[in-house]
């Protein structure tokens, strides 16, 4: 099971502070889509200059243009590109192409999906690296988390690994951890914290006495 921190606020600056308190102890850094959006994939290429042996999610959620916004985030730098999993499966065929040519893996994010393991079912056989349970940012304060979703399509893979994402907090690790997915991914409850590198090995221990 690997730990992912998701950097989504500010800039390029931002997300370097960051990366130099905890990319020892985590798996996978990922440039978030609110940095994205702000600074286009510049985030990613100044992370990869940084750290060239670190693995980096540009979490761009391609819903459109697949091939092109795959490229570009692989040319940034990018070893894990994601896509929304509510676009046409023609999109989603056109990323994990343009990615795997790079010899890259792509995340395809489960977020809004109202059908999870129809969908699942879907990703799994075209070639999907990553399918991601995410309870979205805005969805969060009503309760709502990822595990009922998660144990979904846990059960539906075959091929794919599981990641999961949204809201992830001391609350719900352990209850998530238990269900064994492949990759859990922290954002706000890492990267707000005071001593972020603290609160990372505090996951990482819960992690591991779970495995």
């Not at 990922?30 to 990613?44: R, S």
């Not at 999993?85 to 995340?107: D, F, G, M, N, W």
């Not at 070639?127 to 595990?147: F, K, N, R, S």
């Not at 998660?150 to 998530?176: F, Y």
């Amino acid at each position: 099971m690997k730990l992912q921190v998701a950097v989504d606020s500010g800039g390029r600056d931002s997300l370097l502070r960051m990366a130099e308190r905890v990319y020892d102890l985590v798996d996978i850094i990922e440039v978030g889509t609110p940095m994205i959006i702000l600074d286009g994939q510049n985030p990613v290429r100044a992370l990869r200059n940084k750290y060239p042996a670190a693995c980096i999610v540009s979490d761009t959620k391609i819903m459109d243009g697949g091939s092109t916004e795959a490229q570009y985030a692989c040319e940034a730098g990018a070893d894990i590109v994601t896509v929304l999993a509510v676009s046409s499966l023609k999109t989603i065929s056109a990323v994990v192409s343009e990615v795997h040519r790079y010899s890259k893996q792509v995340l395809a994010d489960l977020i809004d999906v109202q059908d999870v393991v129809r969908r699942t079912k879907q990703l799994d056989a075209m070639g999907v690296d990553y399918i991601c349970v995410h309870t979205a940012y805005d969805v969060q304060p009503t309760g709502v988390t990822p595990l009922a979703d998660l144990e979904k399509v846990m059960a539906t893979v075959k091929n794919s690994k599981v990641a999961v994402a949204g809201g992830i907090s001391k609350k719900t690790i352990r209850e998530v951890a238990k269900m064994g997915p492949d990759l859990v991914i922290i954002g706000g409850a890492i990267t707000n914290a005071v001593d972020p590198r603290t609160e990372v090995e505090k996951y990482r221990k819960i992690i591991k006495r779970t495995l």
